[in-house]
């Protein structure tokens, strides 16, 4: 099913036909669970497996028009942090490397702009959880590394990533300026805020989130950010129990929120999917114009804010 979130009231200037056109965007998240795991095949062949089950949803993806798509979170591994074992450093790739290659060719194919988490190996134990950014002509634009990075019980993500070191940044693709946030970063309005402040106008959170308190945050946090910061966010959660890690039940729900709070499209919470939303990016504008978020900040009473 393809959603709709248009304001035809609210339009941008043509200046080559002197017309006023709206900023449609098509927009897709894919949540999948894992076809294989952890004793069922080499890490090579897990990844593999995860990725060749993703290519049908991102053909579909492309067919459909789909102007900007996202993966969930280290979209072609386990979510392998609820254990600490090392044997995992291996499915660390370079970003570029082989698997952004592959979908540098989608990208290119469909000419569909592509969020593409994975886990980044910049060189021998250094190592991130990271999303690439590839343009709707195929061309890698940068990437956003983690920078929250939780340790708790079942989410022991400090063993496996460094903290980001890239900051909040904002990529001019085709269609629209893109941020990244990934999954424990929405607890943080902070960096949410500098997304907003450095130009996006969507911005995308793959995550891998089990049932149980993080549930009623997942509806409540991310709608918070986009209504405090006037810009979309699609926001994505894998499917599925994955053992032999047993944390509990990845619960989909996927959705797009718009500048105003609202979830307006969202998944299922228990079958692999592509959600797919069409928006009009001119409501930043119209919500911006009423709730002077950016004009009414103090930052400078915020300072106890960046004290270590």
């Given at each position: 099913?393809?959603?709709?979130a248009?304001?035809?009231q609210?339009?941008?200037?043509?200046?080559?036909?002197?017309?006023?056109?709206?900023?449609?965007?098509?927009?897709?998240?894919?949540?999948?669970?894992?076809?294989?795991?952890?004793?069922?095949?080499?890490?090579?062949?897990?990844?593999?497996?995860?990725?060749?089950?993703?290519?049908p949803y991102?053909?579909?993806?492309?067919?459909?028009?789909?102007?900007?798509?996202?993966?969930?979170?280290?979209?072609?591994?386990?979510?392998?942090?609820?254990?600490?074992?090392?044997?995992?450093?291996?499915?660390?790739?370079?970003?570029?490397?082989p698997?952004?290659?592959?979908?540098?060719?989608?990208?290119?194919?469909?000419?569909?702009?592509?969020?593409?988490?994975?886990?980044?190996?910049?060189?021998?134990?250094?190592?991130?959880?990271?999303a690439a950014?590839?343009?709707?002509?195929?061309?890698?634009?940068?990437?956003?590394?983690?920078?929250?990075?939780?340790?708790?019980?079942?989410?022991?993500?400090?063993f496996?990533?460094?903290p980001?070191?890239?900051?909040?940044?904002?990529f001019?693709?085709?269609?629209?300026?893109?941020g990244?946030?990934?999954?424990?970063?929405?607890?943080?309005?902070?960096?949410?805020?500098?997304?907003g402040?450095?130009g996006?106008?969507?911005?995308?959170?793959?995550?891998?989130?089990?049932?149980?308190l993080s549930q009623?945050?997942?509806?409540?946090?991310?709608?918070?950010?986009?209504?405090?910061?006037?810009?979309?966010?699609?926001?994505?959660?894998?499917?599925?129990?994955?053992?032999?890690?047993?944390?509990?039940?990845?619960?989909?729900?996927?959705?797009?929120?718009?500048?105003?709070?609202?979830i307006?499209a969202?998944?299922?919470?228990?079958?692999?999917e592509?959600?797919?939303?069409?928006?009009?990016?001119?409501?930043?504008?119209?919500?911006?114009?009423?709730?002077?978020?950016?004009?009414?900040?103090?930052?400078e009473?915020?300072?106890?804010?960046?004290?270590?």
């Amino acid at each position: 099913m393809i959603y709709n979130a248009f304001n035809t009231q609210h339009t941008t200037f043509n200046t080559q036909n002197n017309t006023k056109m709206p900023r449609i965007i098509k927009s897709g998240l894919i949540q999948m669970s894992l076809p294989k795991t952890e004793g069922e095949g080499t890490i090579a062949e897990i990844k593999e497996a995860m990725l060749q089950k993703h290519i049908p949803y991102i053909e579909e993806a492309g067919k459909k028009g789909v102007q900007i798509l996202c993966l969930q979170e280290i979209f072609n591994t386990p979510y392998f942090c609820p254990g600490q074992d090392k044997a995992w450093y291996e499915s660390a790739e370079t970003i570029p490397g082989p698997t952004v290659e592959r979908m540098q060719e989608y990208a290119k194919k469909y000419s569909m702009v592509m969020i593409v988490p994975m886990y980044e190996k910049e060189q021998a134990g250094v190592l991130y959880n990271t999303a690439a950014v590839i343009d709707a002509d195929g061309t890698y634009l940068g990437k956003y590394r983690k920078n929250h990075i939780p340790h708790t019980s079942g989410f022991w993500e400090k063993f496996f990533f460094k903290p980001g070191n890239l900051g909040y940044p904002v990529f001019q693709t085709k269609y629209a300026k893109v941020g990244v946030y990934i999954c424990y970063d929405r607890h943080f309005p902070d960096g949410a805020r500098i997304l907003g402040l450095n130009g996006a106008e969507i911005v995308y959170n793959p995550s891998a989130t089990v049932a149980g308190l993080s549930q009623y945050l997942w509806k409540l946090e991310q709608p918070a950010h986009a209504a405090a910061n006037g810009y979309f966010m699609g926001c994505i959660n894998r499917v599925g129990t994955e053992k032999p890690w047993n944390l509990g039940k990845f619960y989909g729900s996927s959705y797009f929120v718009d500048p105003r709070g609202q979830i307006f499209a969202q998944a299922s919470e228990d079958n692999d999917e592509l959600l797919i939303a069409e928006f009009d990016l001119d409501m930043i504008e119209e919500v911006r114009s009423v709730w002077q978020f950016f004009r009414d900040r103090r930052p400078e009473t915020y300072g106890k804010l960046v004290e270590l």
